[in-house]
């Protein structure tokens, strides 16, 4: 299989290069980058090289947060030289106390900072332009810069600890801040990042969908050969979709895209994307593949090999879809950026959950592979396909797992509780259209497991099913909160569910953050 790495970055564009110590708001910081409409990418800190600045060329770094201690010897680093490449360095939390102890200061362990924090600007100065004297940022640590060097100046400092919350370096273009401007719990963070980004590293904010979509099109042009047709699975979701729709663009009736029904689908989801494919152009090979899934699900409970399962039996699908037509030689996939990160990062990282793509093919099948949209962040996505004139029950529909409602079924995947969920979902996203939230949340949906309840209905003792709510608020996925439906909507859900889905006697709400949970159950 052809290396899908050869898909070429966007290094035209002014590029701001984000090194990860492994931080949970690594890809936030990315993405703020990029809501400034400039280009942002992520290296892992170990592969920070000199070849590596040579070939991306950064006008600015910036070093994330991360769990590690800086004074533990086995601390993730970046070499020295990283200080004298004369380009704009701005650190964040890890990233903070590593520039300090990098250039001679000292990093203790302290009494930790947690949440909103009121820090105190001593000096007026470029990063922090357009703060007042006194503002809240969000802290998340537990080390501190217990002393700096001369070269370093206080900018700002914690009010009630007094540690420093930021340093400006008195010749260089160096900056280290303790808080958190990337969260949105930093009120003025963004305005950080944007005095970083755009007034000291001077970068061109020229990042805009519409200018890549031409160039997207001519790449994918010149690399599928005449007579050469690629396969595309298409799930109805926005990433698949659009992918199929470039690849349409770019090779016309040579795209082969496949949509196949495993069985797991939301009420009436077939049909609707169905007729959204064909609105967007694509009339794709439907494959109803319900039973052959259902089957092999039958007596599987445990979320890891439903998950498996669900993978081998696409990927047999697409196998014999691939091998039904020689012509066929490449595949094009839906992987975002946070995939392509995620699959490189440090080895050995747990696995939450063994989430694929759908449509991901054995190797030895020879395909060659595109991935069109894997530098890009979900919303940029969408905001491509509103670029490539796609409509809104696309561009702005929730995200829905490949394995479908297998993985908001708890346990055994059965005719009953598939019949409960789809219904309860219906409900849900009913009722969150009803009341204007759809386009707010991120996902709205049921969940039902094993458990039940007993129930009075119509005076007579009933023993029924739980059915959890799930609504969340993303930005990405990576991090979630429960939102904070009006009580009245959550009322309206949960009578519904109770009254027209006879089987269920308790419907529940959850309320978990992502982390510690995550937002699908399984
Ligand atoms: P979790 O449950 O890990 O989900 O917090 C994060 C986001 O990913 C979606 N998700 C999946 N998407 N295949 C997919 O294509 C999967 O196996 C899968 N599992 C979860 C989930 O809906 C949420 O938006």
Redesign the pocket.
């Known amino acids: 299989m052809s290396s899908a790495h050869e898909w070429k970055p966007y290094r035209e564009h002014d590029t701001v290069l984000i090194v990860n110590f492994g931080g949970q708001y690594t890809h936030l910081i990315a993405r703020r980058v990029r809501e400034l409409n400039v280009y942002s990418e992520i290296v892992h800190f170990f592969q920070l090289s000199r070849d590596l600045i040579n070939e991306i060329k950064p006008k600015a770094l910036i070093l994330s947060g991360g769990p590690s201690s800086v004074y533990h010897p086995n601390a993730p680093r970046i070499p020295h030289w990283v200080l004298d490449l004369e380009i704009p360095i701005l650190g964040i939390c890890y990233g903070h106390q590593l520039l300090a102890t990098m250039l001679g200061g000292r990093v203790e362990r302290g009494r930790g900072e947690y949440g909103r924090v009121e820090v105190e600007v001593l000096n007026e100065n470029d990063i922090l332009k357009g703060w007042s004297r006194i503002e809240t940022v969000w802290m998340s640590h537990s080390d501190y810069v217990a002393e700096l060097p001369p070269e370093l100046e206080v900018l700002a400092v914690s009010r009630d600890s007094g540690y420093i919350a930021a340093f400006k370096h008195r010749k260089k273009p160096i900056y280290g801040v303790q808080f958190h401007p990337e969260v949105i719990h930093t009120p003025k963070g963004r305005q950080v990042i944007k005095n970083f980004v755009v007034n000291v590293a001077s970068c061109r904010q020229s990042w805009r969908m519409e200018n890549i979509v031409d160039r997207l099109i001519d790449e994918i042009r010149s690399r599928v050969a005449e007579g050469e047709k690629v396969l595309c699975a298409v799930s109805g979701g926005v990433d698949s979709t659009v992918t199929a729709v470039l690849v349409r663009k770019a090779v016309g009736d040579r795209l082969v895209a496949v949509f196949v029904n495993h069985g797991l689908l939301r009420e009436g989801e077939a049909e609707e994307i169905l007729s959204n494919l064909r609105s967007a152009g694509i009339d794709p090979l439907y494959i109803d593949a319900s039973e052959r899934f259902l089957s092999k699900l039958r007596g599987v409970s445990d979320p890891e090999e439903k998950?498996r399962i669900i993978g081998t039996e696409f990927a047999r699908i697409f196998e014999e879809v691939a091998r039904s037509d020689p012509t066929i030689k490449w595949l094009a996939q839906g992987t975002t950026y946070p995939d392509v990160i995620e699959s490189g990062a440090v080895p050995g990282a747990d696995r939450?959950?063994s989430?694929?793509?759908?449509g991901a093919l054995p190797k030895d099948l020879g395909l060659k592979v595109l991935e069109p949209i894997r530098y890009l962040y979900k919303d940029e996505v969408r905001a491509l396909g509103k670029a490539l004139g796609l409509p809104d029950s696309i561009v702005k529909r929730h995200?829905?797992?490949?394995?479908g409602l297998a993985?908001r079924i708890i346990g055994e995947v059965t005719d009953e509780k598939l019949r409960i969920v789809r219904r309860a979902s219906k409900i849900v996203e009913e009722e969150i259209r009803r009341a204007g939230l759809y386009d707010k949340v991120?996902?709205a949906f049921a969940v039902v497991g094993n458990d039940k309840w007993i129930g009075v209905k119509g005076d007579a003792r009933a023993e029924g099913y739980i059915v959890i709510v799930r609504i969340v608020e993303s930005e990405d996925?990576m991090t979630?909160d429960w939102s904070k439906v009006p009580y009245e909507v959550l009322d309206r859900i949960s009578r519904r569910i109770t009254a027209e889905v006879p089987e269920v006697t308790m419907v529940t709400y959850a309320i978990t953050t992502?982390p510690p949970s995550?937002?699908?159950p399984c």
């Open positions: 998950r939450i959950k989430h694929h793509n759908v995200p829905f797992p490949g394995p993985v991120w996902q996925g979630a992502k995550t937002i699908e």
